[in-house]
């Protein structure tokens, strides 16, 4: 027995779907727990995996990829990414998260959706740590990843009937 959790246990391991409104809350929720998540792109000898900052403005995310970067050239060679996002956690039974694909959208400065990723992006908190000046948002490319697809995982709903991997598509 999966002491003191009954609903771990593997015969109520379900697979049933949350209904998608209530998936896009929880998948919200995570977005807001955290500013740091992990991105993977495809370097040239393989996968990337690089901690960073991002910003979410609904399920559209927002990264300032450092300039020359290994994650931009690959980003630059082949837009396809995915990034993930975890709420710290004490043991297994309460890992809560999200894994989101997509393609990468490099956005020049002042294009429309790079002004938009500025009005969203906390860059002058990231100016100040930094030390740089905050009296005007850095020029670089900012990167947006509107998902294709979200695997929101959070083993907790298994309590009330549901699967703890939950699939989210944008064109469902």
């Not at 790079?114 to 906390?122: I, Q, T």
Request: glycine share 8%.
């Amino acid at each position: 027995m999966a002491a003191p959790h009954s609903w771990l246990e593997p015969a109520n391991w379900t697979k049933n779907p949350l209904p998608r409104d209530e998936l896009e809350v929880r998948i919200e929720r995570i977005l807001t727990l955290t500013n740091i998540g992990y991105l993977g792109t495809l370097g040239r000898n393989g996968p990337i995996v690089s901690p960073l900052e991002f910003y979410a403005d609904g399920f559209d995310i927002y990264v300032f990829p450092q300039p020359g970067s290994p994650k931009l050239r690959a980003m630059q060679r082949d837009p396809r990414v995915s990034l993930a996002v975890a709420n710290p956690m004490a043991g297994w039974a309460c890992a809560m998260g999200c894994q989101m694909f997509g393609n990468a959208e490099l956005l020049d400065p002042d294009t429309p959706g790079w002004k938009r990723g500025m009005e969203v992006f906390k860059w002058p908190a990231s100016a100040f740590e930094i030390g740089r000046p905050f009296d005007a948002p850095p020029r670089g490319q900012l990167m947006r990843l509107r998902p294709d697809r979200i695997v929101y995982t959070e083993h907790f709903l298994r309590r009330d009937g549901y699967g703890p991997r939950q699939i989210w598509l944008r064109n469902p």
